[in-house]
């Protein structure tokens, strides 16, 4: 079974997308000993409007996060699970997009 090649490049968009979320989640609680949460959203002023990028490629990871999380702690039923990791992934799928289309810029190409 052959793929076709946007197939292919949506595949590596989601990968991407959900690695660079990782990537940047844990570089977050790195630099700040804290971890990445919608709860910076909280905060209200500059550090709002700070956290609003960060947050937009962090998302897929923090989603996931809390639902395994929720899954294990809360016994949440599956559906609840499954409908929270196609939310996540559709999110990281437009972040790799976004993240391969800035690279590609910057390469030139």
Same mark, same amino acid.
Request: zero cysteines.
């Given at each position: 079974m052959a793929l076709s090649p946007s197939s292919i490049e949506s595949l590596q968009a989601?990968?991407?997308g959900l690695a660079l979320s990782g990537l940047m =989640?844990?570089?977050?609680?790195? *630099? @700040?000993?804290?971890? =990445?949460s919608f709860? /910076?959203?909280e905060a209200g002023g500059v550090s709002t409007l700070a956290a609003l990028p960060m947050l937009a490629f962090v *998302?897929?990871? %923090?989603? /996931?996060?809390? @639902? /395994?999380?929720?899954?294990? /702690?809360?016994r949440?039923? %599956?559906p609840f699970v499954m409908i929270a990791t196609m939310i996540a992934c559709g999110w990281g799928l437009l972040s790799g997009? %976004?993240?391969l289309d800035v690279a590609h810029r910057i390469a030139g190409q």
């Open positions: 989601l990968v991407i =989640a844990s570089a977050f609680e790195f *630099a @700040t000993n804290r971890r =990445a709860r /910076l959203l *998302a897929p990871f %923090i989603i /996931l996060r809390n @639902t /395994l999380r929720g899954r294990k /702690l809360e949440r039923p %599956i997009h %976004i993240a």
